[in-house]
């Protein structure tokens, strides 16, 4: 076990570009979460899979933000024309279903849009 | 909606010292409750947690009691350490759905030698 990964960790990108991030979970685990997290803020939530199915998604989540779990493995998090007010940290999370209160985080992908 | 409320910090100590930061929090239902870490450079990790009223987390010399009657659950240690410097986020959720996390804004501490 391996714990959740994520790729890349840094991204600076400018602004009206489009970013995608990856997210691998820990292997047996089937819920997998998107969290962001800005400076001196707590991670907020922005979408939940089930397997391959997205079942909840945050108010937060715009509609420039697209997420998917193909095949209910590794996730990716796009973000379509960015703004500066996407500068945050993009964390991930991962839990199975026998103990979905245990969630396990990756390290994050920084993003930062000039 | 649900929500968590902890102490602002930051918090600096001395070793030894004893640790509280507060939590509080709102929330529909029973929720369960969750004290996260992250140190410097580091991702998320799970430090304790309990699921029901009354019960204590514990992990690594830090403890928690979850008390419905104040919502709170206030993290402590007895003597801290310099390696025990961190930022410290209070978390709950609730059964049903997706059990997403809701965290608080974080306390970070510092502890000199």
């Known amino acids: 076990d391996t714990g959740v990964s994520q790729d890349p960790r840094h991204k600076i990108t400018k602004r009206g570009q489009n970013v995608t991030f990856r997210c691998d979970p820990i292997s047996e685990h089937n819920r997998l979460y998107w969290y962001r997290q800005t400076l001196g803020q707590g991670p907020e939530f922005l979408t939940y899979f089930q397997n391959e199915a997205q079942l909840e998604k945050s108010r937060l989540l715009s509609d420039r933000f697209s997420a998917e779990r193909p095949k209910g493995s590794f996730s990716t998090l796009e973000i379509q024309r960015t703004e500066q007010g996407d500068s945050a940290m993009y964390l991930c999370a991962s839990s199975s279903s026998g103990r979905t209160y245990e969630q396990y985080f990756g390290p994050g992908t920084r993003l930062t849009v000039t | 909606g649900n929500s968590v409320t902890q102490m602002e910090g930051p918090v600096t100590l001395s070793e030894e010292a004893f640790l509280t930061i507060n939590c509080t929090y709102t929330?529909?239902?029973?929720?369960?409750l969750f004290w996260y870490v992250q140190y410097p450079g580091e991702g998320l990790q799970l430090l304790l947690k309990a699921t029901k009223a009354d019960d204590k987390g514990s992990n690594k010399g830090f403890e928690a009691t979850y008390r419905k009657e104040t919502t709170s659950f206030h993290l402590e240690k007895g003597s801290v350490q310099v390696s025990d410097s961190a930022v410290y986020f209070c978390?709950?959720?609730?059964?049903?759905?997706?059990?997403?996390?809701?965290f608080g804004k974080g306390t970070k501490l510092t502890v000199n030698p």
């Open positions: 929330a529909t239902g029973y929720p369960s």
């Open positions: 978390a709950l959720a609730t059964q049903g759905g997706s059990e997403k996390l809701v």
